[in-house]
């Protein structure tokens, strides 16, 4: 196949791996502005190269007219969770959206590799917009672990290097690594409410930290040096002590200033106004 057409079968495939990535980093962030904990720690995503994808239609004899139908993970989209609880959650999440369509589902968390391979995978249906009218593709959505993750990438690693021909010795310490990520998720998983608890502590508190800041530069304008001095002072006081609920409060009463200068800003440009008159 010529280069040129390469480029033209694939280039709908970057695009929706681009597309995917955006939305799942929107997910991450939109959990996080209303200070919730999200599911999802990290998005990443490759298209196939075309040497891989010649390489796994040789090994699955798949003719290229029906590339592809039967190469479903051309498009290639990795979500990495924390917990392992996590990713049915994640699941559900891509389930219950109206862009994506789950066509199958291989469970290696139930049903683990012989190697030890530790996954959730989905294919999806997922439509990009082109010059040409919309594109059906399919997607590998690989959900994992940051443990999982790391195991797979090593694992992947001897793989490529022993061309599939992994020596016992190697394959033995690769399964006693896979069975102590195990023990590591199962270690995590019990201490993961008091770890979700920080998190969204630490979340929270940036949230707070950043209203607060865009509230104080908003005061810059209408408000006097001084006062200004003296709100920024009592802001790195309440900073310092590391109490949440100081900070809220602080957080409340400078919104009630704010909203005495909008008040009025607002009066005086009634009052202002031609032909009208603030006194009723």
Same mark, same amino acid.
């Given at each position: 196949m010529e280069i040129q057409l390469w480029r033209s079968i694939l280039c709908p495939y970057e695009l929706?791996?681009?597309?995917?990535?955006?939305?799942?980093?929107?997910i991450i962030s939109e959990h996080r502005k209303n200070d919730l904990y999200s599911p999802i720690e990290q998005v990443s995503?490759?298209?196939?190269?075309?040497?891989?994808?010649?390489?796994?239609?040789?090994r699955k004899h798949i003719p290229m007219e029906r590339m592809e139908e039967e190469v479903e993970d051309i498009a290639g989209i990795r979500i990495i969770c924390q917990f392992e609880?996590?990713?049915?959650?994640?699941?559900?999440?891509?389930?219950?959206?109206?862009?994506? @369509?789950?066509?199958?589902?291989?469970?290696?968390?139930k049903h683990v590799k012989q190697s030890g391979y530790r996954s959730l995978h989905l294919i999806?249906?997922? @439509?990009?917009? @082109?010059?040409?009218?919309?594109?059906?593709?399919?997607?590998?959505?690989?959900?994992?672990? /940051?443990? /999982?993750?790391?195991?797979? @990438?090593?694992?992947?690693?001897?793989?490529?290097?022993?061309?599939?021909?992994?020596?016992?010795h190697v394959a033995e310490r690769l399964t006693n690594a896979a069975d102590a990520?195990?023990?590591l998720?199962?270690? /995590?998983?019990?201490?993961?409410?008091?770890?979700?608890?920080?998190q969204n502590s630490s979340?929270?508190?940036?949230?707070?930290?950043?209203?607060?800041?865009n509230n104080i530069e908003n005061l810059y304008r209408v408000s006097s040096e001084r006062e200004i001095t003296k709100i920024q002072t009592e802001f790195l006081r309440v900073f310092h002590t590391k109490d949440l609920k100081?900070?809220?409060?602080?957080?409340?009463?400078?919104?009630?200033?704010?909203?005495?200068y909008r008040a009025q800003a607002v009066y005086h440009n009634i009052g202002h106004q031609p032909g009208k008159s603030c006194i009723s």
């Open positions: 929706a791996v681009r597309e995917l990535i955006v939305k799942f980093e929107h995503g490759r298209v196939k190269s075309v040497s891989s994808i010649l390489e796994k239609m040789q609880e996590d990713i049915e959650t994640v699941a559900s999440l891509i389930q219950n959206r109206s862009d994506m @369509t789950i066509k199958s589902e291989k469970n290696y968390l999806i249906y997922y @439509t990009v917009e @082109t010059l040409n009218g919309p594109r059906k593709l399919q997607a590998e959505i690989q959900i994992r672990t /940051m443990a /999982m993750d790391f195991w797979a @990438t090593i694992e992947h690693s001897l793989q490529y290097k022993y061309k599939g021909d992994m020596p016992p990520i195990i023990l998720d199962q270690e /995590m998983s019990s201490v993961r409410d008091e770890i979700m608890d920080a979340q929270m508190q940036s949230n707070l930290v950043k209203d607060i800041l100081q900070l809220e409060r602080f957080h409340r009463q400078l919104d009630i200033i704010a909203e005495g």
